[in-house]
């Protein structure tokens, strides 16, 4: 049976070390991998064009059709089962975890182990590799007793491939015949970095049983205990997996230009660290008891501040580097040819105000939590509060990123008013003398007064999008959340019975704002934003509204429970990178707000 060109996003589970992460799809074709780093080039990229991509996969004669998969439970090791009429195939991939290892001196290892349950199996395993995203030619040796060992080099890439078999050329490929006996499981290993050091000692066996402790003491580490908790669980250990181990950097994806709309133009590389997203996420780690991983963020994001020690950028690097150039490549025919495919991301030169409240909202949550202070923000607060008051009242192009010009985004300013109520805050816990607090106190205030009447529309009876605007944003939705206004005020309730009737789908699903944007294509209906309203129904007590609109949302994840950032608005297909850091964050805050709201105790760990 011919592969299909293209699988549909949520047809891909994922696996990683912390440094880097595979997509397998779920005929158990590995497409999407970038070594040895999570921003380096991909060296297999079917899933961005299936015939010069290149993947690693497996086939039986007469083909094979997908049975089952899942994960080894409480861990990111993945099992794919495939049926033939010779047999089933058991197909068990993971990539060792080490979490600690700062450089390239040591392997990075994918393991596959197959299986065949039922009938001894003949299966071939083939390896399609196309570094630099298909652009370049790899120098191919065979070595080992009976050719078993593939090294592909190219450039300072090089790459082993371990196997009980042969490899033959085959074509642009490289194949390996595997005589599996039932029940008996063989390991072809994948092994890369920038040394030339290969471990070839260590067995598969018994890297399958370090790397399942691992992930399993990891995720006992969790305090939550509450509703959904498989799912909250499957995004927290998603999560584990964009964190960049080396530097405690997080992306917001570990892909790019997976399209928000097939055939669209809103095509993103988001393989960097996001201020903003980083900072969702460090709260939502918090809720779980994972104080480890946001010390490890905060103690990047110090560093980081201690080389722009007044403002920062909206994103950078995974270690910390502020130039992320743009740049489209033609030679990729893109996810089901949506076009153009990116790499780098012109945002990080866009002025977006939000994350100044954004990142000192983290801080100040983490320092409430008992954790250690990030001292390049404390060196740096005073200044930053200052620019902030100095630049508030200023257009930006907001979170949503726009391309179409700068305007005064209502959330924007929101989080300006944060980033100095939580700023004064921290300043006084951790004895920051402050010269020019009273002033800083009128700014905070003066914002506050010009959200509530710019901000406000009586056409629309909500909270605009902009200044003195009449269109809707789903940001609105974060104001009750951020302890600006009560959830239970009227103009939050009037925002959100607005947004519920104008900005959502047939299945109440919602999209960040229908105007346009400078784009011009459309885009799927938005999870952060669906499950932002699903907070503001559970803080203002719809419990069954919430429980509701919670369960229609995460029935469209796929099998394995991963998310992307969007959904197709008539097939309920998921959209754009994946899996998407922001939509598992979600989850884990909408399913805490529905406990707290379940159990009557009112807002979800308010500020004050």
């Known amino acids: 049976m011919e592969r299909p060109r293209y699988l549909p996003i949520g047809d891909y589970g994922i696996i990683g070390d912390l440094h880097s992460t595979a997509l397998v799809g779920r005929l158990g074709s590995i497409d999407w991998m970038c070594v040895p780093r999570f921003d380096s080039p991909s060296v297999f990229g079917r899933i961005l064009d299936a015939d010069n991509g290149g993947s690693l996969w497996v086939e039986v004669e007469d083909g094979l059709i997908s049975d089952s998969r899942r994960y080894l439970p409480g861990t990111n090791i993945l099992e794919t089962t495939l049926s033939s009429p010779r047999g089933r195939l058991r197909i068990t991939d993971f990539m060792v975890v080490r979490e600690h290892q700062k450089t390239l001196e040591q392997d990075h290892v994918l393991v596959r ?212 150039p743009e740049v489209e490549l033609g030679q990729l025919e893109g996810y089901q040819k ?127 999008q902009a200044l003195d605007e009449d269109a809707l944003d789903a940001t609105a939705l974060m104001i009750p959340m951020l302890n600006f206004l009560p959830a239970m005020d009227p103009r939050v309730r009037q925002t959100v019975e607005a947004i519920r009737r104008d900005l959502t789908d047939e299945s109440g699903f919602v999209y960040r704002y229908r105007r346009d944007d400078g784009l011009g294509s459309s885009e799927g209906t938005f999870l952060l934003c669906s499950f932002w309203l699903v907070n503001n129904l559970a803080l203002q007590r719809q419990l069954g509204p919430a429980r509701d609109l919670f369960e229609r949302l995460i029935a469209h994840g796929n099998d394995l429970g991963l998310f ?20 598992h964050l979600a989850i884990i805050n909408a399913a805490a707000h529905i406990e707290r709201a379940a159990e009557n105790r009112g807002p979800l760990d308010p500020v004050h």
């Open 338 to 464: 949506s076009k153009p495919v990116r790499v780098g991301n012109g945002a990080a030169d866009q002025l977006q105000m939000d994350i100044y409240g954004e990142t000192l909202d983290s801080v100040y949550l983490h320092l409430r939590y008992g954790q250690i202070e990030a001292p390049g923000v404390r060196q740096g607060l005073r200044d930053m509060l200052e620019h902030v008051a100095k630049s508030w009242d200023q257009p930006d192009n907001g979170i949503w990123e726009v391309r179409g010009g700068q305007r005064h985004f209502l959330y924007s300013k929101l989080q300006c008013w944060v980033a100095l109520d939580r700023g004064l805050m921290l300043a006084d816990q951790l004895k920051i003398p402050m010269p020019r607090r009273q002033a800083l106190v009128w700014t905070k205030e003066e914002i506050r007064h010009t959200i509530l009447t710019r901000g406000w529309s009586e056409k629309l009876c909500s909270f605009r």
């Open 113 to 324: 182990l197959l299986e065949a349950p039922d009938s001894d199996l003949e299966v071939s395993v083939h390896v399609d590799a196309r570094p630099e995203y298909g652009t370049a030619e790899l120098q191919a040796t065979l070595a080992g007793s009976d050719d078993s060992c593939l090294e592909l080099e190219q450039g300072e890439l090089h790459m082993h491939l371990d196997g009980p078999g042969g490899w033959r050329k085959q074509g642009r490929a490289f194949v390996q015949l595997l005589q599996l006996r039932q029940g008996e499981r063989q390991a072809v290993v994948v092994r890369y970095d920038g040394q030339r050091t290969y471990e070839h000692g260590a067995e598969a066996e018994k890297m399958l049983a370090e790397t399942k402790k691992y992930w399993e003491d990891w995720i006992g580490r969790s305090n939550y205990d509450g509703p959904y908790l498989d799912l909250v669980l499957r995004s927290a250990l998603t999560l584990k997996l964009l964190i960049y181990a080396p530097e405690g950097s997080i992306v917001a994806a570990p892909t790019t230009s997976l399209p928000e709309w097939i055939g669209g133009s809103r095509n993103w590389d988001y393989r960097f660290t996001w201020l903003r997203d980083s900072a969702f996420l460090v709260y939502a780690l918090q809720l779980l008891g994972y104080h480890q991983e946001c010390t490890a963020f905060m103690a990047w994001l110090g560093r980081v501040h201690r080389q722009h020690p007044a403002q920062w950028q909206t994103m950078y690097g995974i270690d910390g580097r502020t130039e992320l």
């Open 564 to 583: 992307s950032e969007e959904l197709d608005p008539k097939s309920g297909a998921l959209l754009g990178n994946f899996p998407q850091a922001f939509t």
